[in-house]
């Protein structure tokens, strides 16, 4: 029987488990809700507008994410792993603010230089300013996840998506994409002012004023992130690009319905992952790593797993769900399928080695691996896809991310493995 100091202990790791697993509720929920809404979007354009106007969006999106990547500027990990307070609230939102004018600023420069048709510069330019929202809203949600206030952020995610879901399909009803896409723009903004604002507001205390110092302090390591994030959205949009040029606007659009599918395993558990990447910087500043390793260990055991049983299992249910949520046409594609469930288990790896290592801020090692990901692409993909037709742009993807992976693991084996490693919140 333990002791009555040994009883307390138990009592409070039950609570503190309880809090824990409360908060990846609450952060999956509403993050997979606002998510799945937004690549829901794909599906309702595919069904009401048909396979060009899909193409159209697919384009747009992948290259407004670049932009938006600037924007964010990496600062959304780096925020909420700063478990040392080393910057106040107020100063990441105003360095999210300079960056959020910055990338408006290269992303109308950008457009001078692409030979997109009319259409596809309207859908950028309303998405641009959707994704200048969002990337504004997601500072004030990381204030609230640094005070633990997940409930606030599900119950904010669970609203803007359902209500920019809402205003796109009513609006894409009547009128065109450019149009739909202002429209989720028009539903965003009062979530953020009237609820996002005021909640981040109220629990933070924004007492100093953030000087262009503080400012430079949070931009400069955050630097080699974006650059990371640059890499990635880079090559996503340059698999599109391949995609639409050696084929149509309408091939595009029915291989970026499909490979939504990618994008699945990450969206389960991606909030979940954002719940324990300040634990895993707890664990790095206090050395615990047997711990990291043993975790780092076990993820990959289980995304192997579930990655194998998807992809298996797709065998059966796959021409079905792809009849019963695109239409009878997207079956002419049903070869895209598999690949496409393979690279989302890889993109998941990657997603959780990134975490680890933005965790242990190897930011340095997060972007040499980004940066190799993204010369496989470059080199692979035009090959790939002659050979393979679009599943070559598929092949290209998951080679980038082996590649990729086995960077990012090494770099985490070498960094847990030196007891004298140095980390920058210990600086």
């Known amino acids: 029987m333990p002791d009555a100091d040994g009883i307390g202990i138990l009592i409070l790791q039950h609570k503190l488990n309880t809090v824990f697993n409360r908060n990846v509720f609450y952060n999956s929920l509403g993050s997979f809700t606002y998510i799945f809404f937004q690549y829901l979007l794909t599906v309702v354009i595919l069904r009401m507008k048909g396979a060009k106007d899909a193409g159209v969006y697919s384009l747009a999106y992948t290259f407004t994410n670049i932009f938006a990547a600037l924007a964010a500027f990496g600062m959304g990990n780096y925020q909420i792993s700063d478990v040392t307070g080393r910057h106040t609230d107020g100063t990441y939102i105003a360095a999210r603010i300079c960056t959020s004018a910055a990338a408006a600023v290269c992303f109308v420069i950008a457009l001078f230089f692409t030979n997109f048709p009319g259409s596809t510069l309207l859908c950028c330019a309303a998405l641009m300013l959707y994704r200048l929202l969002e990337g504004l809203s997601g500072v004030y949600l990381c204030v609230l996840q640094k005070f633990g206030d997940y409930k606030t952020i599900s119950v904010s995610y669970c609203i803007k998506g359902g209500l920019t879901f809402l205003a796109f399909c009513v609006v894409l009803y009547f009128f065109e994409l ?21 909640y981040a507001t109220r629990r933070a205390g924004f007492t100093a004023n953030a000087t262009r110092r503080d400012i430079a302090n949070v931009l400069l390591p955050s630097f080699l992130l974006v650059m990371q994030s640059l890499s990635y959205f880079g090559m996503t949009f340059f698999t599109r690009y391949v995609v639409e040029k050696t084929f149509s606007i309408e091939e595009l659009g029915y291989f970026s319905s499909i490979t939504l599918i990618m994008l699945v395993l990450p ?16 664990l790095y500043v206090k050395k615990k790593y047997d711990v990291i390793k043993r975790m780092t260990f076990r993820a990959g055991i289980y995304i192997s797993g579930i990655t194998a049983a998807v992809c298996v299992s797709s065998l059966v249910w796959g021409r079905f769900a ?40 190897k930011h340095a090692g997060f972007l040499i691996a980004g940066m190799a990901a993204a010369v496989t692409v470059a080199l692979s993909c035009r090959p790939l896809v002659r050979g393979f037709y679009m599943n070559g742009a598929i092949y290209s993807l998951i080679a980038a991310y082996t590649v990729q992976g086995i960077i990012m693991l090494t770099i985490i084996m070498r960094g847990v493995k030196d007891v004298y490693a140095v980390t920058d919140n210990k600086r």
């Open 178 to 198: 450019p149009q739909a896409v202002l429209a989720m723009s028009a539903a965003f903004l009062p979530v953020f002012l009237l609820f996002d604002i005021p």
């Open 267 to 282: 969206l389960l558990t991606g909030p979940a992952l954002a719940v324990f990447i300040p634990g895993f910087s707890g």
């Open 322 to 361: 792809l009849n019963l949520v695109f239409g009878e046409e997207i079956l002419r594609y049903d070869f895209l399928l598999m690949p496409a469930l393979l690279a989302s288990g890889f993109l998941l790896g990657c997603g959780v080695l990134g975490g680890i290592l933005t965790a242990m801020r």
